[in-house]
C-alpha cells in the first residue's frame, strides 16, 4: 500500500523488567482458510482492543472472521482487491462499532489490526509486501505501530541486554499515537526491546528481554495501551508469518502520605526476583504525593512503615499495566492503607477532562467534590477515591471540596485551568495541622 493510501485510510478514521513472551496462536477463524477463495489479495486480523473480548469483521456486509478473540492472529483468507467498507462489531451484536473505507490491493498481504477501546475503536490495515531479499546480508527490518490514543509519543530502542538508555541512540524516536514508522535496517539477533516516553529514558513503558530477530526478515512491533493508559503491551508480528505477545508484567505504583502529625512514611514492594528489594518510598512526610515507580505485578506483601515502625505487611495486588495510588493516612497508632486504582486513560473527546476526588483525611465525613458549584463526587468516604467524572474543559473552574458538617468548604481554588484532554484527581490530605487540598493533574 502506497504512503498516500495509508495517510488516506488514517484521516478516515480520525490506543523495567522482564515481560512474558509467547507465540499468538495462527488459526483460522469464521470458516476461512489461508489463501483460497477467489479473491486476489490476502487478508487476515488481529484483536488487540483493550476490552472486547472478541469481535467479528466485515468486507462491506460480508462476513469474513466472526468470533476475534484478544491476541489471536488468524489465517489469511482470500478476498477480492477493490476498495471496501470495513466494519468492526463486537461479536454476537448487530452494530457497527466502527466503519471505513480501505483499499486491498491486487496480490498483496495485509494484518487488519483492530485496536482501542469500545468507546473509540480504530483499525488499520499493516501491508506485509516488503521483498525479503532487499534486506542487507546478516540483517533484519523492523518497524512499529504505535496503536494507542493515550500513551502520547514513544521511543523504542532494541539494545543489548545490559546497554544504559541514557548512553544509547534510540532505533526509532517520537512515534505518535495512531503512527506507523518506516523499517529500520538491523543486525539479526536477540534484543532486549525498550519503550520509553519520547526524550525520556527514565520513563520505560515496556521492557522486554530474549527478542530474536531473524536475518532476512521484515517484522513490524505493534505496540498498545495497558489499562492504565500509560504502560504498553507489545505484538511482534513477522511479515506473512507468525507473532509473538509480550506483555508488561509490571504495574505503576505511587504514594500519597496523609498520616496525622506529619508522619513520615516508608513503602517497600519486593520484587518477585529479589525479594529483599522494592523500595517504594524511603521516607516521605505527610501531607505528600509521590511519583510512579515500577513494580511486580502480582501479589506483592508490601510492608508499610510510619516513624520507623511497621504497620502493615499485608499482601497487595497489583495488576499488569495498571496505574495505582498507595494512600497511607489515619494515625500512627491506627494507619490506614488503601490501594486506589488509578485511570489515566485520556478522555476519548478532545474536549473534555477527567476529574476524581480521593479522601485521605481522617476523622473527616464523606466528601463532595465540586467545579462551578456542580457536584461532580458525592458521598467520597475516607480513604477511597472516587468514580472519574467527565466534564468539557475550562480554563477557570472553581473547585470546592465540602462536607456535610462543615459551613465552609473544606478546600477551595478559583481560576482552575482544567485543560482539554487531561486527567485530575483532587486530593483531601490530613497530616499538616489544617487540612491540606491538593489537584494534581496526572496527565
Request: aromatic share 4%.
Amino acid at each position: 500500500m502506497t504512503s498516500e493510501l495509508i495517510s488516506r485510510r488514517n484521516a478516515l478514521l480520525g490506543s523495567v523488567g522482564t515481560v512474558v513472551a509467547g507465540s499468538l496462536t495462527l488459526a483460522g477463524c469464521g470458516g476461512g482458510g489461508s489463501g483460497g477463495g477467489n479473491g486476489n489479495t490476502q487478508l487476515r486480523a488481529l484483536n488487540l482492543t483493550s476490552d472486547l473480548t472478541s469481535v467479528d469483521l466485515f468486507t462491506d456486509d460480508t462476513s469474513q472472521f466472526t468470533g476475534l478473540t484478544q491476541e489471536t492472529l488468524v489465517a489469511y483468507k482470500g478476498v477480492e482487491a477493490k476498495e471496501y467498507t470495513l466494519r468492526v462489531r463486537k461479536t454476537g451484536d448487530g452494530t457497527a462499532l466502527l466503519s471505513g473505507s480501505y483499499s486491498l490491493g491486487k496480490d498483496q498481504n495485509y494484518t487488519a489490526v483492530i485496536w482501542g477501546r469500545e468507546t473509540a475503536l480504530r483499525l488499520n490495515t499493516l501491508p506485509e509486501n516488503e521483498n525479503n531479499d532487499n534486506i542487507g546480508s546478516g540483517n533484519s527490518r523492523v518497524r512499529t505501530f504505535n496503536a494507542t490514543t493515550d500513551t502520547g509519543a514513544v521511543d523504542v530502542f532494541f539494545t543489548s541486554a545490559t546497554a544504559e538508555l541514557s548512553e544509547t541512540a534510540a532505533t526509532q524516536t517520537a512515534i505518535g499515537s495512531g503512527t506507523l514508522a518506516g523499517f529500520r535496517e538491523l543486525s539479526a539477533g536477540t534484543y532486549r526491546l525498550r519503550v520509553t516516553g519520547a526524550g525520556d529514558p527514565t520513563d520505560v513503558r515496556l521492557d522486554v528481554s530474549g527478542v530474536v530477530l531473524v536475518a532476512k526478515q521484515h517484522y513490524s512491533l505493534v505496540l498498545t495501551a495497558g489499562a492504565g493508559g500509560v504502560l504498553l503491551n507489545g505484538v511482534l508480528i513477522q511479515q506473512q508469518s507468525t507473532a509473538t505477545v509480550a506483555r508488561n508484567t509490571k504495574a505503576r505504583v505511587r504514594l500519597v502520605a496523609g498520616v496525622d502529625a506529619a508522619g513520615v512514611v516508608a513503602v517497600s514492594v519486593p520484587s518477585s526476583s529479589t525479594p529483599a528489594s522494592g523500595v517504594l518510598a524511603a521516607g516521605q512526610r505527610s501531607p505528600s504525593l509521590g511519583r510512579y515507580q515500577l513494580v511486580d505485578a502480582g501479589a506483592r506483601a508490601v510492608q508499610v512503615r510510619v516513624n520507623g515502625t511497621l504497620v502493615s505487611s499485608d499482601p497487595l495486588t497489583f495488576v499488569a499495566g495498571a496505574d495505582y495510588t498507595l494512600l497511607v493516612t489515619g494515625t500512627a497508632a491506627a494507619t490506614v492503607t488503601r490501594l486506589i486504582t488509578d485511570d489515566n486513560r485520556l478522555p476519548t473527546l478532545t474536549n473534555r477532562v477527567k476529574v476524581r476526588a480521593i479522601h485521605g483525611a481522617n476523622g473527616v465525613d464523606p466528601i463532595t467534590l465540586s467545579a462551578d458549584f456542580l457536584a461532580l463526587a458525592t458521598d467520597v468516604r475516607f480513604g477511597t477515591g472516587s468514580a472519574y467524572a467527565t466534564i468539557a474543559s475550562n480554563a477557570s473552574v472553581r473547585i470546592d471540596v465540602t462536607a456535610p458538617s462543615a459551613t465552609s468548604p473544606l478546600f477551595e481554588r478559583d481560576a482552575v485551568n482544567l485543560q482539554a484532554q487531561s486527567v485530575y484527581t483532587v486530593f483531601l490530605l490530613g497530616g499538616n495541622t489544617t487540612l491540606q487540598g491538593v489537584i494534581n493533574k496526572e496527565r
